[in-house]
Structure formats: structure tokens, C-alpha cells
T-cell receptor, first 112, second 113 residues
Framework: GIQVEQSPPDLILQEGANSTLRCNFSDSVNNLQWFHQNPWGQLINLFYIPSGTKQNGRLSATTVATERYSLLYISSSQTTDSGVYFCAVSSYLQGGSEKLVFGKGTKLTVNP | DTAVSQTPKYLVTQMGNDKSIKCEQNLGHDTMYWYKQDSKKFLKIMFSYNNKELIINETVPNRFSPKSPDKAHLNLHINSLELGDSAVYFC????????????FGNGTRLTVT
């Protein structure tokens, strides 16, 4: 099946810093999403982005499908950005967009 | 106005017991899912239902039985609970083939003692 690798596994920032999280995947995808799991365990959908670039406030994401990677940018980080960021993909080979495979996540800690 | 709601939030039970987790979504989505998150935070799909029809059934022990009475509800029943079943179980929903984001419930933390 499709493999998803996220880097770095852990990231510690001072408030106000910028960061880039990376997601590499092993096959062509028809669905790619980024999620934030906050310290209370809630999973929040950040972006649906199988290709192209999107922005939402201080967050933006870019997926280069032909090169099999996606990037999540966090600018001017805040303590509330802390948590685990997951990338999830599904592959054309799986025949549909319903079976998302998750990476192991990047744990982000933003210190005040 | 919670989009995907699941109950209970916490479930503590003894080995061998049977328990259920309920999930409801009010987003009008046609597809619902159960995911399991283990102690290392790894998320893995267990089941998916589209309009009450089972479309994904991963290699899950048959002690786990999902039931979808309608497209807005997906429940998970677990028989003969084992220590290894301890995890956080997330319900989610989306619109199949609609370029639709996946929306998660807040999770049910199951602890088997």
C-alpha cells in the first residue's frame, strides 16, 4: 500500500517563529489532507489539498503531486499551534478517495 | 451544533466485557468511518460505511462489529474486550467522491483493565 512519511518527527519553536512540515508519499494520490491534533486530542481538518496551494490565515499548504510531496507552512507560530500535525493520503491504486492512510505525524511544541 | 458527535468520551471497562460506542453526524455526509489511534498516536482506518453499506473493512478482529442504521449514524460494538483494545477510537465522516474533507468526532478513550 501507499507509504506516507512525515518530517521532522518533532519540532520545538519559540513563539513567533515560522516552520515548514513535510509529507512525502510513495504513489500518485487523489486525496491529501492535513490535520492538527491539539493537546486535548481533537483532530481538526486544516486542508484538503491533493494538488496546488491553499492558505488559511497563518497556515498554508502546497502539494506537488508530480514529485510526491506536500508542505505545511506555519507562520508567526503561537502556543495554540502546539500539537501533532498529520498528513493523510489516498491513492488512485486503492480505487477511491475513501481510504486515507495517515503518516506518523509531526509533534510541534511552541514555547512562549 | 456539533458536526460529528460520539459517545461516550471515556469508557473504562474490564476484560471480557462487551461495549458500544455511538456516532452521529449532522453534516449530510454519505460516508462514515471508524479510526483507531494507538498509544503512539498512529491513526488507522477500521471500517467505512457509504449510505449504510460497508465499503471498507480492514483486518480488524471480528469482535468488532460496526452497525449503520442510517447514513447519519455509525455505531461500533466490541465483544469480549481485550487489553490490546485500549486506544482512542475516532468516528469521522465525509462525502464520498466529492473532494470532501474528513471531519472527526472528538474521540472515545477506551481503557480495558
Amino acid at each position: 500500500g501507499i507509504q506516507v512519511e512525515q518530517s521532522p518527527p518533532d519540532l520545538i519553536l519559540q513563539e513567533g517563529a515560522n516552520s515548514t512540515l513535510r509529507c512525502n508519499f510513495s504513489d500518485s494520490v487523489n486525496n491529501l489532507q492535513w490535520f492538527h491534533q491539539n493537546p486535548w486530542g481533537q483532530l481538526i481538518n486544516l486542508f484538503y489539498i491533493p494538488s496546488g496551494t491553499k492558505q488559511n490565515g497563518r497556515l498554508s499548504a502546497t502539494t506537488v503531486a508530480t514529485e510526491r510531496y506536500s508542505l505545511l507552512y506555519i507562520s508567526s507560530s503561537q502556543t495554540t499551534d502546539s500539537g501533532v500535525y498529520f498528513c493523510a493520503v489516498s491513492s488512485y491504486l486503492q480505487g477511491g478517495s475513501e481510504k486515507l492512510v495517515f503518516g506518523k505525524g509531526t509533534k510541534l511544541t511552541v514555547n512562549p | 451544533d456539533t458536526a460529528v458527535s460520539q459517545t461516550p468520551k471515556y469508557l473504562v471497562t474490564q476484560m471480557g466485557n462487551d461495549k458500544s460506542i455511538k456516532c452521529e453526524q449532522n453534516l449530510g455526509h454519505d460516508t462514515m468511518y471508524w479510526y483507531k489511534q494507538d498509544s503512539k498516536k498512529f491513526l488507522k482506518i477500521m471500517f467505512s460505511y457509504n449510505n449504510k453499506e460497508l465499503i471498507i473493512n480492514e483486518t480488524v478482529p471480528n469482535r468488532f462489529s460496526p452497525k449503520s442504521p442510517d447514513k447519519a449514524h455509525l455505531n461500533l460494538h466490541i465483544n469480549s474486550l481485550e487489553l490490546g483494545d485500549s486506544a482512542v477510537y475516532f468516528c469521522a465522516s465525509s462525502q464520498l467522491r466529492g473532494n470532501s474533507p474528513l471531519h472527526f468526532g472528538n474521540g472515545t478513550r477506551l481503557t480495558v483493565t
